[in-house]
Structure formats: C-alpha cells, structure tokens
T-cell receptor, first 116, second 114 residues
Framework: AQKVTQAQTEISVVEKEDVTLDCVYE???????LFWYKQPPSGELVFLIR??????QNEISGRYSWNFQKSTSSFNFTITASQVVDSAVYFC?????????????FGQGTILTVHP | DAGVTQSPTHLIKTRGQQVTLRCSPK?????VSWYQQALGQGPQFIFQ???????QRGNFPDRFSGHQFPNYSSELNVNALLLGDSALYLC?????????????FGSGTRLTVV
C-alpha cells in the first residue's frame, strides 16, 4: 500500500523568509511520479510540480525548488522569499501504479501561514 | 478555457437523505476522478470514471456511486447520508494518454449533513 507522510502540520513564517515543506513516501513501485499541490482557501487544488523517480535532478522554477532523494524516500518542496499569497495548505501526492495516472494518495497537508 | 466546474458549491442535507453532485471536466479531458476531503485531512480517492465506466474505486461503501455521461461530465451520488459524509468533495479531470502534468481539480462542493 502507498503512504505519504507530511510531518509538519503547520508552519508560520514572516514574509521573505524561505520555507521548506517535508514529504516522505512509501511505495512498492520501482518507478513513480510525485506531485505537490497547493490548496488556497477557495478549496481548489492547484498543481505545482511533478517529479518522476527516474530523474533525481533537483530543479528550480521561479521561487519554487524541490529536493527529491529516492534513497530516503523524501520529496521536499521549498519556497524562496515567501509572500503572503503563498499562505495555503500544501499537499504532497503519489499516484498509484507507478507511472500510470491512477488514484492519488495524499499526505495530511501542511498549513503554511506567511505573515506580512 | 474553463477548468473543472463543480455544482453546487455548497449543500446542506439531512441525515438519511440522498445527494447528487455534478462535475464538468476541463475541455479535452476524458477521465474524471472524485475525492472526499474531510476537514483538516488530505483528499481521499473515491472512484474514477473513464469511457462511462468505473475504472478504479477507493475504500468507500456502496452508498457512494457515480456515473459518467457521453460528454465526459460526471455525477457523484451518495445515499443514506451520514453525519460523517460531511466534507469537501473534489472532482479532478485528466486528459487522454499517460503523459500529462497532473490532474486538474475543481473548487469542490462543500456538503454538510445535519
């Protein structure tokens, strides 16, 4: 069975601070994808990033960066120079079936509050 | 280009009643999945529809059923509502083929059972 754990329930930072959200996962698939989603108060889950397990190169996209380490089953997400608009709940998610796009298993979510 | 649209946005029902939630997928998408998100929790997969058939199902009782129409829109039906069914119900759509950059989610229907 797949499992996604986000140990941080809530994080509070002041604007312009960097913040890292942790995600640890369990899967028996040898190849797989991982996602990060953002859920603002409106409720809609907004897709942020996708990572595949066979490419461990870490990347940066604007203020977002991610650190994928297959050896420790971790997929951490960093926001640089946080802004008030980044306040939301962030979810790490793992699709079933390896590279297929089956059901997503979500973590419990991390509530991020960015204070001005 | 409209994304995933769900209706209604909010709904209040009485325990024991039945409810139908609706979802229109993003243009070009043919697969619809439904998720239940209880307050303070991550979304839980209910089921997925493709070609008008239920293709995958999560750990939900038979009180939860669905349908997909030829235009790819979908309905989620819940019978004999329980207080514990109160949640945000999210619909997600995805396009044909295996390569895409994540599902597109709607804003959800907030169901309150009293």
């Amino acid at each position: 069975a797949q499992k996604v754990t986000q140990a941080q329930t809530e994080i509070s930072v002041v604007e312009k601070e960097d913040v890292t959200l942790d995600c640890v996962y369990e899967t028996r698939d040898t190849t797989y994808y991982l996602f990060w989603y953002k859920q603002p108060p409106s409720g809609e889950l907004v897709f942020l990033i996708r990572r595949n397990s066979f490419d461990e190169q870490n990347e940066i996209s604007g203020r977002y960066s991610w650190n994928f380490q297959k050896s420790t089953s971790s997929f951490n997400f960093t926001i640089t120079a946080s802004q008030v608009v980044d306040s939301a709940v962030y979810f790490c998610a793992l699709p079933a079936g390896g590279t297929s796009y089956g059901k997503l298993t979500f973590g419990q979510g991390t509530i991020l509050t960015v204070h001005p | 280009d409209a994304g995933v649209t769900q209706s209604p946005t909010h709904l209040i029902k009485t325990r024991g009643q039945q409810v139908t939630l609706r979802c229109s997928p993003k243009s070009g998408h043919d697969t619809v999945s439904w998720y239940q998100q209880a307050l303070g929790q991550g979304p839980q997969f209910i089921f997925q529809y493709y070609e008008e058939e239920e293709r995958q199902r999560g750990n939900f009782p038979d009180r939860f059923s669905g349908h997909q129409f030829p235009n790819y829109s979908s309905e989620l039906n819940v019978n004999a509502l329980l207080l514990g069914d109160s949640a945000l119900y999210l619909c997600a759509s995805s396009p044909p083929g295996l390569r895409h950059y994540g599902y597109t989610f709607g804003s959800g229907t907030r169901l309150t059972v009293v």
